[in-house]
């Protein structure tokens, strides 16, 4: 059977570094409380010039160099973003002329928080159905942009960044000894859409609007949606926690991250971390985390990486996948 197995990643940061200690100086806020409520330290904010294309094509540059690949090699791109350059044409468009590719699909899948695991999810059954072979998967987001930076119970958590994989199509034998992805689930309950969500759009207010959280409830749900879907992963494939190499979550609170790590049984020192550094870039973070990891050899060919997130929405979703 077809697999689609990660040939390389890439990731992508902005320039400017925006500390906590310079936040408190932005709005009433402390760094003390910022790390003890979200383990947060720092975030990159892109400047000028640097947009979620850009990032994204930066990102997915790197990625194909790890892979040893050309952009001539790829056949598909899905960028997952909330924050496209322009309402249309779509941002994997843009990427793919700065890439110079003029064959294959692009498109954005819009997921928020959990858009790379859709993303992810997307690519897999384009591959597997043999309507794509190489394709780039991105997840992208310049968030600053659409912060409200008088809010403090918001701009406090986001930050810019991108991170892509190469997926190429693979031979597997259909276990779970196989390279690539094993299996994914996705799940979104609209009955949530107003407790995250950014108030403006091009059918209502014609303005890109900035970002309304209620926190507590989305904590609140957070674990226990992560967790669902983890168990749905290892139910299809008749894993559990204790065969997973790492945990690679969205990084929106080093609280949810614990508090589902503990949960599922997985120690911490198989989680990777990044949201001290990068704050919660949305759909960048998993991408992001997944390059650091990988960058610095703690994922390894062979292992077994559960990627899971959780965003606006409601979506949820999970991938597990041999690296
Ligand atoms: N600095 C100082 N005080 C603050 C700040 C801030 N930046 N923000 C809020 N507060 C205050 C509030 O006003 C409140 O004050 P009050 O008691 O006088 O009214 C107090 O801190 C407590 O506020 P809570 O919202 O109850 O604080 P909580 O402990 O829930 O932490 C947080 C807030 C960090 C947002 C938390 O609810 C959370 O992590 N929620 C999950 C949301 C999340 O991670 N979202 C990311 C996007 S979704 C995703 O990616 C999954």
């Not at 409520?37 to 720092?42: A, E, F, L, S, V």
């Not at 159905?129 to 780039?136: H, Y």
């Not at 859409?193 to 970002?211: E, F, I, M």
């Not at 959780?310 to 597990?320: D, E, H, R």
Request: proline share 2%.
């Amino acid at each position: 059977m077809i697999r689609s197995v990660v040939r390389g990643v890439g990731s992508a940061l902005p320039k400017r570094v925006l500390t906590n200690h310079e936040m408190e100086s932005m709005v009433d806020t402390t760094g003390e409380w910022i790390v003890q409520r979200t383990g947060i330290r720092q975030r990159y904010i892109a400047g000028e010039g640097e947009t979620t294309a850009s990032l994204g094509e930066a990102a997915a540059r790197a990625a194909l160099a790890n892979a040893g690949m050309q952009p001539g090699d790829i056949d598909l791109i899905v960028l997952a973003t909330s924050t496209p350059d322009n309402t249309f044409p779509a941002s994997a468009v843009n990427i793919q002329n700065r890439l110079g590719i003029h064959r294959g699909a692009a498109f954005d899948i819009q997921a928020v928080c959990s858009g790379f695991v859709f993303a992810m999810a997307t690519a897999d059954a384009y591959i597997r159905g043999g309507m794509a072979r190489r394709a780039l998967v991105i997840g992208a987001e310049t968030f600053s942009r659409i912060l409200d930076w008088n809010d403090r119970t918001t701009c406090v958590l986001f930050g810019d960044g991108a991170g892509a994989v190469v997926l190429e199509a693979g031979e597997g034998q259909g276990t779970v000894g196989d390279r690539g992805i094993l299996t994914a689930h996705l799940r979104s309950d609209g009955a949530h859409k107003d407790k995250l969500y950014v108030d403006g759009g091009p059918s209502t207010t014609g303005k890109a609007g900035v970002v309304h959280m209620e926190g507590r409830e989305v904590f609140k749900h957070a674990v226990g949606m992560i967790t669902d879907v983890i168990y749905d992963a290892f139910k299809a494939t008749g894993t559990e926690a204790g065969d997973i190499d790492w945990l690679v979550p969205h990084q929106a609170n080093i609280r949810i991250i614990e508090g589902s790590a503990r949960k599922l049984g997985i120690p911490m020192d198989k989680v990777v971390v990044t949201v001290d550094r990068h704050g919660n870039t949305s759909a960048a973070s998993i991408p992001l985390a997944l390059a650091e990891a990988v960058g610095d050899g703690r994922v390894k060919r062979g292992d077994l990486v559960l990627l899971e997130a959780m965003g606006g929405g409601f979506t949820w979703g999970s991938v597990l996948l041999r690296w």
